[in-house]
């Protein structure tokens, strides 16, 4: 098992010798890097992911059914006020993680993504935790989003024609072979995916506001109506001021699973092409898309959907990802729109699919970086020509198979339960990032680098990562506080308490596992690892520069684009 311990030997190329704490540099390579054929080893991912499929992965992986389903859920229970406050603060929270992990990932862009972070930077535990934690995160997720897909498809093709194991077996050879053809080909894709999703967002986000100022068809201008009638809070469990912010604490869960995602640009780090401008630039612009796509996202469905609605109870009782329970949907049926949820039924089954390619690449990725840090079987490390992990992509495409689990409808329950784990794992992953970032503070601190030297720093700094921290911290332990309140189920509902919690005990069980089985010591600030590797991506990005400015690819619009809409896209 390998572990990353501090030595006093220098690595191989460029140490520094004013530190001279470097351990280990990845094998001496030949040929071009990041080209096909570059590496001769087979243990390395390939920097083929452009700055603008970067941006656009950031962008498409916080875009998803969270957003556009979940999203009535949460109205139903909390009301427009509460989801409105939600999806601010979680919003924020988001950032600050998104600060955290940036200032790590422009600093060292790794393969191993958090995992390795959290390994050189705090404990070796941490990242053997946090690394199965977020690898169990997307072998379950990746088939439930499958199913998801599938279940979709029966809003034109009801399961008595055509079973649905057809399109689960169809949509997952897609994704399949789009990660097997390599990262530019996935980077490609899910660029002009994350587009059309952007594209279909934004046009949600006009109609809404057409709605809201009576541009719909009953030509009822709403305005903040619903704020009054039925109200802004809305009482969830029990009566009175006690409910209202039950309702409104509900909503946090809610905005936490549909933010979910957003983190996943530290793991494109590896294979991104000049990742310390890409990087920083993607971590920036979070905070506006954050601000756009969710937050006015939300306040625009608060003002043309009441909390109290028929239709809305409906969707919410709904066990599909279908049109149906999406709450944009009802706002169409309320303004009298009759041709339009065939379409929107379209975009979700966009959305769903765009999620389940990007979370197999994510899984497979996960895995890698694992077997690439001896936490995994070492063939798990290797890569084929193009830079793909094909052993890591075959094991995570084998788990996609549970989403044959929901064909039989008996077995949906208890799947749906599985739904359950991703929120508390995704949390635990916020949290490990947080605690990897304030680590990686006081490393550098202790070692002397100086906030000049970094070529993002995160604005919040330590003081907000230990804020974030609580509050995951908090939310974690309360999400599923309604197991525990009498009148939510009835009664206490062990299995969604089982599953709800679930993830603590086996990242906690990780962790002192490994501090029981290998007995590595605490990384300590004045000892961390700091600059194995460094040297290797600094040569790659010069290399990169000096391609890019030989072959003249810079365009005089580049400036309008960045300054005008590179912010969105």
Known sequence: MAIWNRKAAPAVGEADPEYGKTEYTPPVTEGPLGQEGGYVDHTHLHRGLKARHITMIAIGGAIGTGLIIGTGSALAKAGPG???????????????????????????????????????????????????????????????????????????????KVNPGVFITVFLVVIVTINYFGVRWFGEFEFWL??????????????????????????????????????????????????????????????????????????????????????????????????????????????????????????NKVTTSSASASPFVVAVKLAGIKSLPGILNACILLFVFSASNSDLYIGSRTLYGLASQGKAPAFLARTDRRGVPVYALGVCALFCCLAYMNVAKDSRQVFGYFVNLVTIFGLLTWISILISHICFVRARRAQGVADTQLAYVAPFGQIGSYIALFFCIVIALTKNFNVFTKGSYGSFDKKNFVTGYLGIPIYLALIFGYKLWYRPERVRPETADLWSGKAEVDREEAEFLARKEAAGRGRKGGKFYKRAVGWLF
Request: one cysteine or more; glycine letters at 10%; proline letters at 5%.
């Open 82 to 160: 509460s989801i409105l406050i939600s999806y601010t603060l979680v919003g924020l929270l988001v950032y600050v993680v998104m600060c955290g992990l940036g200032e790590m990932a422009a600093w060292l862009p790794m393969g191993e993504g958090f995992a390795g972070y959290a390994t050189r930077f705090c404990d070796p535990a941490l990242g053997f935790a946090l690394g199965y934690t977020y690898w169990f995160k997307y072998i379950i997720i990746t088939p439930n989003q499958l199913t998801a897909a599938a279940l979709v498809i029966q809003y034109w093709v009801p399961p008595e």
């Open 194 to 315: 994350s587009s059309i999703k952007i594209v279909i967002i934004c046009g949600l986000i006009i109609l809404s506001l057409v709605l809201a100022l009576g541009g719909g068809p009953d030509h009822d201008r709403k305005g903040f109506r619903y704020y009054k009638n039925p109200g802004a809070f809305r009482a969830y469990i029990k009566t009175g001021e006690t409910g209202k912010f039950l309702g409104f604490w509900s909503s946090m869960i809610t905005a936490v699973f549909a933010y979910l995602g957003t983190e996943l640009v530290g793991v494109t780090a590896g294979e991104a092409q000049n990742p310390r401008k890409t990087i920083p630039r993607a971590i920036k612009l979070t905070f506006f898309r954050i601000l756009f796509f969710y937050v006015l996202s939300v306040f625009l469905l608060g003002l043309i959907v009441p909390y109290n609605s028929p239709d809305l109870i409906f969707a």
